[in-house]
């Protein structure tokens, strides 16, 4: 169990190098990955939630209920903020249908589960964050549909029905699981708990691996123009978030945390939700995978500069 800890620890230190580096493969040796089906996109992401509702506890949910003012806010800034920047963005880029069904899915998508810990790694409030994350996922499976259907309805046909009852198969029911196996065999899940980094890697680096391959050629004629709007995305959502934050006068560590949770998406479900409801659009599945990799390498940075930032401020105080 020790090795399996230090691996555990090691994966989820360098996860952004690890990403970054199969995702590079993936694109120019895509036979590398060619066993790893796109079918295998939903039970890799019903796994990672799976692993995300292990860690979650009743008291986790608290601070919904002690502070919902700061919970609920910031939980509105994400789905405001996010989905209009990816429609902005896909309009002032001109980007082709495929790829802009993909950016706006990612903006409608709820926090991503590496915001809680990147939160951390900042000097965060984590507490925060954690509740963030719960509240945002559980009201996904209700504005994810609407606000794809808001952003993207005129040009594609949007079920949300059918996109309300995926979301509750691949995210609700596994962590709803996830939080009851926690409850009821807490001994268990403490002795596996330091395991769950490294299954949720495989994951994650799995389905990178499947999109990115299946579409590897597509995806070098036109990876450039989104990849600069992913990291554009991202970039403005973790300023829109901070200064939220400003705006309503949390402290330096609620900013950064606002700003992680709202810069941050769960492009895992993006990916998910773009094969099982636009599969006729290849492309729309690459959006999340790149913002996958991409989260994971300007958490890391973004999550040190807090941290120094943090570390300095509390030197002075």
């Not at 123009?225 to 560590?253: A, P, R, S, T, W």
Request: charged share 10%; net charge positive.
């Amino acid at each position: 169990m020790k090795t399996f800890k230090m691996i555990g620890s090691f994966v989820g230190k360098y996860m952004a190098v690890i990403v970054l580096i199969i995702a590079a493969i993936a694109l120019f040796r895509p036979i590398t990955f060619t066993f790893i089906k796109t079918s295998y996109i939903s039970p890799l992401l019903m796994i990672v939630m799976f692993g995300m509702g292990l860690t979650l506890k009743a008291s986790d949910f608290a601070i919904v209920f002690s502070r919902p003012k700061d919970v609920l806010l910031g939980t509105l800034a994400q789905f405001t903020i996010m989905p209009l920047l990816a429609f902005l963005l896909t309009k002032i880029f001109k980007l082709p249908l495929e790829l802009a069904v993909g950016v706006i899915l990612v903006g409608t998508c709820p926090g991503g589960t590496s915001s809680n810990v990147m939160t951390y790694l900042a000097r965060g409030d984590v507490a925060l964050s954690i509740g963030m994350t719960a509240v945002s996922t559980m009201l996904a499976p209700l504005l994810t549909p609407l606000l794809t259907l808001l952003y993207a309805g005129q040009k594609v046909d949007v079920e949300i029905i059918a996109m309300f009852i995926s979301i509750i198969k691949v995210v609700i029911i596994p962590i709803g699981l996830g939080v009851l196996v926690n409850r009821f065999f807490g001994k268990i899940t403490e002795k596996i708990v330091d395991l769950l980094p490294l299954v949720s890697v495989i994951a994650i680096v799995a389905i990178i691996a499947a999109v990115v391959s299946a579409n590897s050629a597509r995806l070098l004629n036109t990876g450039i123009l989104l990849v600069v709007i992913v990291i554009l995305h991202n970039i403005l959502g973790y300023i829109c978030g901070y200064f939220v934050g400003k705006v309503l006068k949390m402290d330096e560590q609620r900013c950064n945390t606002v700003s992680i949770e709202v810069g941050m998406q769960n492009s895992g479900l993006a990916t998910a939700l773009a094969s099982m409801h636009f599969a006729a659009m290849p492309l729309a599945t690459v959006a999340g995978a790149l913002f996958s990799v991409w989260h994971n390498i300007s958490g890391s940075i973004l999550a040190n500069i807090m941290a120094v930032r943090m570390d300095k401020t509390n030197k002075k105080s």
